[in-house]
Nanobody, 123 residues
């Protein structure tokens, strides 16, 4: 399975972006999908994930109330709507498909990873 992330860009603080991640083939409805990010000089961190049938969304505390994850099975696509962006959200964002129905922050639970899309938020 190959994942293609898009939608990143440059935005001012307070602005919004919507990331998309399309899988090359239909992913199992039992597999969770997630978003992670990595800022320069920092380790990759969990952002959000969503379970089968769009259930069990999980968010990092730093993005709760600002980001919303969703998925569209017909298109094997997961989205990340990012509102009220802050400079500290600047990072490369990666999408991933989990090995199972697990939906959460453990990166080792994810089997397939996209190439990443850059998000830059200016102050």
């Amino acid at each position: 399975v190959q994942l293609q992330a898009s939608g990143g860009g440059f935005v001012q603080a307070g602005g919004s972006l919507r990331l998309s991640c399309a899988a090359s083939k239909r992913t199992s409805s039992n597999n969770a999908m997630g978003w992670f990010r990595q800022a320069p000089g920092k380790e990759r961190e969990f952002v959000a994930s969503i379970g089968w049938n769009g259930g069990l969304p999980s968010y990092a505390d730093s993005v709760k109330g600002r980001f919303t994850i969703s998925r569209e099975y017909a298109k094997s696509t997961v989205y990340l709507q990012m509102n009220s962006l802050k400079p500290e959200d600047t990072a490369v964002y990666y999408c991933a498909v989990a090995r199972s129905s697990y939906s959460g922050p453990d990166s080792t639970a994810y089997k397939y990873w996209g190439q990443g899309t850059q998000v830059t938020v200016s102050s």
